[in-house]
């Protein structure tokens, strides 16, 4: 019976066809799709007492299906101009989905307080919905993807799509059964929601940091740096983890040099000191600048993730100085480069992606 369990919920070879930290995503990912589910009957139950009507909860449940177009559409079509960011901090752009599904299922579940106001509240809640699904389905890949271990991503989500189902299904069930006994009154449901909501969110963050993402962004690029130069080690995309801030990725690390990324040209570098800096770093793809509070880099169009460890070591470098000069800056780049031929390689061996540099802004220059 436990075989035949793994077998169907889980990829083969499991758990060492997997990264580390799979069966945790699993757990909390069914716990919520199981919250996301029951909180839905009590939304379209709630909307449908508002239109004036009486449903069953089997009413509700069938109904709920109708209730995914209008201004859903509109949120979605919003939400995927945004598609560059959400390659950069997949986790934080999928918690905020769910952020995002809950405040519109809050707004379907409030409804019934002001009739007159149905279909606004029942617009506005779809449109949250709309950009909530974009967002969830296109962080989805990299999110599976830290995971696969054996080139069998295809089979991961497979697996995935499977225990989702189950327990949307199992989720629905017990929200009919909420509808039909602590959350047929109003009083109910605003006691119930939330705590369902919170369940939800709440799993959500959970799934999130315990996956591994493998691929550069600026976060976890400082983090890389800021260990290396502090220890001398490459930690792993397991041992970041935990570490990373899925709320304010954008946050400065001092030891890692204070670096921002993705800033206009012209609001980073005049056009006098530009042929100089591009004298200090000889056939680089980065440029840097020093200010009082931050490093400001600048990337080529063409700039991968070994291109910007570089300019960020560079900058990690010289995080001591109060004034840094040319000859800083030289000096940095000498060291940098001491060292990058054995960074590069145990930097791969720990699995990460080092052939791109995902910044989510997209703002790049040709030199």
């Given at each position: ?28 990912r ?6 996301s589910a ?13 239109a ?34 959400m390659?950069?901090?997949p ?82 069930g ?5 509808v039909?006994t ?27 940091r ?57 609001k980073v ?12 770093f ?30 960020w ?17 030289q ?28 910044d ?8």
């Amino acid at each position: 019976m436990a075989e035949s369990f793994v077998n169907q919920f889980f990829p083969s070879g499991f758990p060492y066809s997997v990264n580390e930290g799979y069966l945790r995503y699993t757990q909390f990912r069914a716990l919520q799709h199981f919250s996301s589910a029951a909180l839905s009957v009590l939304s379209t139950q709630s909307l449908l007492y508002a239109a004036g009507l009486r449903p069953t909860p089997a009413q509700a449940t069938a109904v709920s299906w109708v209730l995914k177009d209008g201004m859903q559409h509109v949120g979605k079509l919003i939400c995927s101009n945004l598609g560059a960011r959400m390659d950069s901090e997949p986790k934080r752009w999928r918690i905020l989905a769910d952020v995002l599904y809950d405040l519109g299922t809050g707004l379907e579940v409030l409804s019934p307080l002001c009739p007159p106001l149905f279909l606004e509240m029942a617009g506005l809640g779809n449109f949250a919905k709309g950009m909530a699904v974009v967002a969830a389905r296109a962080t989805r890949l990299p999110i599976y993807s830290s995971f696969a271990k054996e080139g069998n991503l295809s089979d991961l989500f497979a697996k995935g799509e499977a225990i989702s189902t189950v327990f949307n299904v199992l989720g629905i069930g017990a929200g009919i059964q909420l509808v039909s006994t602590v959350c047929s009154s109003m009083q109910g449901k605003m006691v119930v929601g939330p705590l369902l909501s919170i369940i939800h969110v709440y799993s959500v963050s959970e799934e999130m940091r315990a996956a591994p993402v493998n691929t550069l962004n600026p976060q976890r690029t400082a983090m890389i740096v800021e260990e290396f130069i502090k220890i001398g080690k490459v930690p792993s995309p397991a041992d970041l983890r935990y570490k990373e801030n899925l709320l304010f990725p954008g946050r400065l690390i001092k030891d890692a040099g204070n670096v921002k990324v993705g800033r206009d040209l012209h609001k980073v570098i005049k056009p006098s000191r530009l042929k100089e800096l591009k004298q200090i770093f000889p056939n680089e793809k980065f440029l840097l600048t020093c200010g009082n509070s931050w490093t400001d880099m600048v990337l080529e169009h063409n700039a991968s993730g070994e291109d910007a460890l570089r300019g960020w070591l560079v900058a990690a470098y010289t995080a001591g100085e109060d004034s840094v000069t040319e000859r800083n800056l030289q000096e940095a780049y000498a060291k940098m480069k001491s060292v990058m031929p054995s960074l590069i390689p145990e930097l791969q061996a720990k699995g990460w992606h080092t052939d791109r540099f995902l910044d989510g802004k997209g703002i790049r220059f040709g030199f």
